[in-house]
């Protein structure tokens, strides 16, 4: 009785206070704001590359073998170079092919191309993120730092970003993650460093999509007293708890002509490849994908992807090494919020009559459910559960905002300010062990 009471009360305050603008709430933090750090979502981190000698192009792409890459000399951008491969669409078979990664048996993990080395841009700035492509700049958080300078941030002393190489993702703990492991010490690095330039007071991570999978393992393997020390509070919006069905979709699309992503070898060998599939923890017996011959849940992941035509080795590459921390999903331990779209039709069911999973015209139908267009509501709920519920999680609030999708959470109008007034909020925010859930509600 006495936690639903307080639960109500909650919802109260909240559906009075929260249509504030983001300047009337940063008019109450002014002066007291503590760092943030941002990390983006999938494909939002610029990449450079340079080769060296041992570098030999593939057959598929010969164009590495000309007058355009073999012998460069030095650093160039790589991801996301959409200049040049405007202006020579020859060339996008080369950047598919020196983005693939490969696996290495002998030492259990990923690596690029050989001869390919590669460095993320611009590390503890925003301006390593992606959004230099106009389409993609609403999904790159240009629009979350702007709202964040207009509310008193500055990039470099209240403000900094960490952009990661998109194409690894985290392994069980014990396995061998050198990129990822790397990446972490690197964001540890700078948490306490934008600390530090704040009086020591410790940060607010504010993710977007993979971004969050990725704050949130860091977090998870953090030493608690180090994360009570430098971690304020944990923003992460458009995320769930289990994976999406939409990207059991792994063919049946018309690829852009100048995207290095589109290529199936590269794409498919990303570390990530599978770190977002559905959770069998989330999404248990329901059928995801349907056939005449049989059905595919959660739990069927491992026999869906033979039957796509993943060989033996990646397949016991996601049973070992993507489900573990798939399963593994927790609280952070930090304070929290969840903000999310939903009310998108999204895909929550693939037909595929005749089992031909990589048809051009991708599946014979779609069954559409609630969620944000890429994430399914079942995930986003979810994170009420595998995160709120957990004893050891304190503060958690979860913030579902009606009409609004994966990209737009950090992008429209409405949800922007919501999310710039949740970060605002988190500044002033004593730390308290309470969940909190805001309902979806309509926009008058």
Known sequence: MHAHAQLLLVLLVDSVSWPFSAGLLARGAAGRLHPVVLLPGFGCSQLDARLTDAFEPASTAPSCGGRALKGTKGWFR?????TALQEDPALV????ELLRLVYDPAAGDYRNVPGVQTRVVAFGTTRGFGYGNSAM?????EKLVQALEGVG??????????????????????????????FLSSLTALVEQASDRNGGMPAILVTHSFGGLHANAFLRRSPLAWRRRYVKHFV?????AGGAVPLLRFGGSSPPPTDPLSFANTSRSFAGAF???PSPKVFGDAPLVVTRARNYSAHDIPEYLRACGFSGDEVARYATRVLPVTLGFGAPAVPMTCVNGVGVPTAEALVYWDGDFGAAAGPDEVVYGDGDGATNIASLLALDTLIGADPEQGYFKSVLIPNT????????????DRLVSEVLEANNRAVLGQFVHTAPRSIT
């Open 78 to 82: 790589l991801w996301n170079n959409r």
């Open 405 to 416: 999708s994966h990209g737009g959470a950090i992008s429209d109008g409405f949800a922007l």
């Open 137 to 141: 700049k609403n999904f790159c958080m």
């Open 275 to 277: 770190s977002v599939l």
């Open 153 to 182: 941030y500055r990039e470099g002393e209240t403000l900094f970003g960490a952009p990661y190489d998109f194409r690894y993702a985290p392994a069980p703990p014990g396995q061998a993650n050198r990129e990822f492991s790397r």
């Open 236 to 240: 992460m919006v458009s995320a769930g």
């Open 93 to 96: 078979p080369c950047y598919a």
